[in-house]
């Protein structure tokens, strides 16, 4: 054989939600997104895979398609790589046709498409294990025969589930050659695809039972939204519920953390960074990570287990009312962890109108960075208390603040659809999968990514903002005949106070005026900016180590409060959310549209908040 | 409401009671060159194929639930007009 100069090019493709990421996963080793409904993947990801005997391979990861006609965004660029149209890139040496073994009357036909390249070509039958379970027999000898390619089963969950594949990749591209059948150009595909599944499987029932029950009942006109509702509270009163314990641990370790520092340095500007700064401001971030962590817990268990798309199914009518589509249900509930996946996510939506809607208004989704934001101001102005029989007041304000996103979201979208006066049709054509049980182990792998880049952002963006943000209220500093207290002085004070001018309308203080910058950057930032602000100007140093709660309940009006609170509802959101929209539309005026319709709102609300607070006597 | 449908009557997916089966007869190009219609096909919806709506979102009775093969697709009833079925029975045939 010769030398290798350029490692075979792999490519997985198939129809949307058959596994392909997973065994991408399990052959190369990463650890991208996996999920249970369509159109999780939205662009090419390509990973190295070295085969048991030692051949490496490049293998890409394909966005799902149903058809190489392309419906939408990333289905395209699946077309467009198989067909080597795409950009700056060679197309596929042997292509990799995952389908789902449960699935095989839909996913057969686009095998039979892609077999019509007439490149080398192999068929991996995934979720072989599920299929076995509903009782489903495939002759896979005999489809490999009738196909004229090579045909192996996999389970991409399982360890190993792969093996069989890995051999099958190295005796292919030993020896690669185009499938040994070929139909004519007009051939009727669903015919050939019948008469397949005739000659080598045998299915006792079209449904899982499981699917057809749990549909019932979950897809049920009262039942199916009562249903909906109870797990969206019951999301948000576990994140109150169940962080505060671990909380309360963090919040007294950064407190004791801080003291102990404090006392064994000299007083003076270093301390003052480490003290005031660093553990202050970083603290005040760090103890929400129990309940980003909880609030993820629920998203990655709904994602694995096939109910999104049941809860997009339910709510299609009244978002289509809006000028949204049950297709941008995924997306924006995306958008509760961060709105930048959300806005990829969009790709998937077919109406080129409803996926700008949808990006315009996933800002509005709020979050997990405004988690930290809500969780501070809830914690400091509203009572820890029960009401109506058990339910916590705290947790039932965070879910009215999501609701408020969520109910401008559809207020929104509807004022863009009347705008365009838009009578187009919008097609939905969504694919309902069976129901997975999510598996534990995935989840904790899930929630330590998760945690990882919270801790990553803690130690990179936040790290390094606020520790510009401290030396900026330290210097330049105090005169010696100063009066004022001496961050006054410095140049963010100084900058406080002139936007004052702007924000008194709502309440907002010069402190808080401050920390709104930074908050630009990542909306965390807002806390852990409080918490340096007040650290600095804290009269002693064991008033700078307490926790910033009551510092603020104490020194701001509860119509502070509130107008902060809905000013993060809007928040003109972070800089990177808007790197995502000019990305993902091509377009810098829809950006600048997004950036300022968000701060009109923001102040809008925030000020009718704060007025209307002060005049019923919280000012 | 219609809860049997004729024999050698035909109607569309949209005016069909959920859970009755009936067969594909066509998908109907609403314009030329229809990419809904196109798509209804490559998702399986071909003549003589079983399909039944086995139910409905509760805000106005849209989407429908569509069992095609073995999967199950939501349709606004807009896309689902462009499918014309016929009862079970005659057209197995």
């Excluded at chain 1, 534990?440 to 903002?465: C, H, M, N, T």
């Excluded at chain 1, 936007?499 to 852990?528: D, H, K, M, Y």
């Excluded at chain 1, 377009?587 to 607070?613: E, I």
């Excluded at chain 2, 219609?2 to 066509?26: A, C």
Aim: with cysteine.
């Amino acid at each position: 054989m010769s030398a290798q100069a350029e490692p075979l090019r792999l490519a997985l493709l198939g129809n949307p939600n058959c596994g392909k990421t997973a065994l991408f996963n399990q052959l190369t080793g990463s650890r991208q997104k996996v999920a249970n409904y369509a159109g999780v993947t939205v662009e090419r990801k390509e990973g190295r895979l070295v085969s048991p005997s030692g051949r490496s391979y490049a293998l890409l990861d394909l966005p799902g398609a149903y058809s190489l006609n392309p419906a939408s965004l990333d289905e395209a660029v699946t077309r467009d790589l198989c067909r080597g149209f795409y950009p700056g890139e060679a197309a596929p040496d042997v292509l990799v046709c995952v389908v789902d073994a449960t699935n095989l009357r839909l996913h057969l036909r686009f095998v039979l498409e892609v077999r019509q390249m007439g490149k080398p070509m192999i068929v991996a039958l995934n979720m072989s294990d599920a299929a076995a379970r509903r009782g489903i027999a495939i002759d896979r000898a005999g489809l490999e025969r009738e196909l004229g390619v090579p045909v192996v089963e996999t389970v991409a969950v399982r360890r190993n589930g792969a093996r069989a594949l890995l051999e099958l990749i190295d005796r292919v591209a030993a020896n690669p050659h185009p499938p040994a059948v070929q139909l004519p150009a007009d051939a009727d595909l669903h015919a050939e695809t019948r008469r397949l599944l005739g000659a080598t499987v045998s299915m006792p029932a079209r449904t899982a039972k499981i699917d057809d029950a749990l549909d019932r009942w979950l897809l049920h006109p009262f039942f199916g939204l009562a249903t909906l509702a109870v797990v969206m509270f019951l999301i948000f009163q576990a994140v109150y519920a169940w962080a505060t314990p671990v909380m309360d641990l963090i919040d007294a370790g950064t407190a004791a953390l801080g003291e102990w520092v404090g006392s064994r340095m000299a007083e003076g500007p270093l301390a003052s960074l480490l003290v005031d700064g660093i553990i202050a401001g970083l603290g005040g971030v760090i103890v929400f990570l129990p309940q980003i962590l909880v609030l993820f817990a629920f998203i990655l268990a709904l994602e694995e287990s096939g109910y999104l798309p049941r809860a997009a199914f339910l709510l299609d009518r009244m978002m289509a009312g809006a000028g949204l589509s049950g297709r941008s249900f995924i997306p924006l509930l995306s958008s509760f962890a961060c709105a930048i996946p959300g806005i990829m996510a969009t790709r998937s939506i077919q109406d080129p109108r409803d996926r700008l809607a949808t990006i315009l208004v996933a800002p509005l989704m709020t979050c997990s960075a405004r988690l930290p934001v809500y969780a501070l101001l809830i914690g400091a102005f509203i009572p820890s208390r029960e009401v109506w029989g058990g339910f916590n007041l705290q947790g039932l304000v965070l879910f009215g603040l999501y609701m408020a996103g969520i109910l401008s979201a559809l207020a929104v979208s509807w004022v863009m659809k009347k705008w365009r006066r838009d009578k187009g049709e919008h097609p939905l054509m969504l694919e309902l999968p069976s129901y997975r049980l999510p598996n534990p182990r995935d989840l904790l792998i899930g929630l330590w990514e998760r945690a990882l880049i919270f801790l990553k952002r803690v130690g990179g963006i936040i790290f390094a903002l606020t520790v510009l943000l401290w030396v900026l209220l330290t210097f330049p500093a105090a005169p010696p005949d100063a009066t004022l207290p001496a961050i006054d002085y410095s140049l963010a004070g100084r900058i406080g106070h002139a936007l004052t001018a702007v924000f008194a309308p709502l309440g907002f203080n010069w402190q808080i005026c401050i920390a709104l910058i930074p908050g630009l950057a990542a909306r965390e930032v807002a806390v852990s900016s409080l918490a340096t602000v007040y650290a600095l100007s804290a009269a002693d140093d064991e008033a700078a180590a307490q926790a910033l709660s009551p510092v603020i309940s104490d020194g701001w009006s509860l119509a502070t409060g509130l107008a902060l609170l809905v000013w993060f509802i809007y928040a003109p959101q972070c800089i990177a959310t808007w790197a995502a929209i000019k990305r993902e539309t091509g377009s810098w005026k829809t950006m600048a549209m997004a950036a300022g319709y968000l701060f009109a709102l923001a102040y809008l609300a925030s000020m009718l908040t704060y007025q209307v607070a002060v005049r019923l006597g919280a000012g | 409401m219609r809860t049997v449908l004729d024999t050698g009557s035909i109607v569309t997916l949209s005016e069909l009671p959920p859970r009755t089966p009936v067969i594909v007869e066509s998908v109907e190009d609403r314009q030329p060159n229809d990419p809904v219609a196109r798509r209804l096909r490559e998702l399986g919806f071909v003549a003589g194929e079983p399909v039944q709506v086995v139910a409905r979102g509760p805000f106005g009775g849209e989407p429908l639930l569509v069992q095609v093969g073995y999967t199950r697709f939501a349709l606004r009833r807009i896309e689902a007009a462009r499918v014309r079925v016929a009862a079970a029975g005659e057209a197995a045939a």
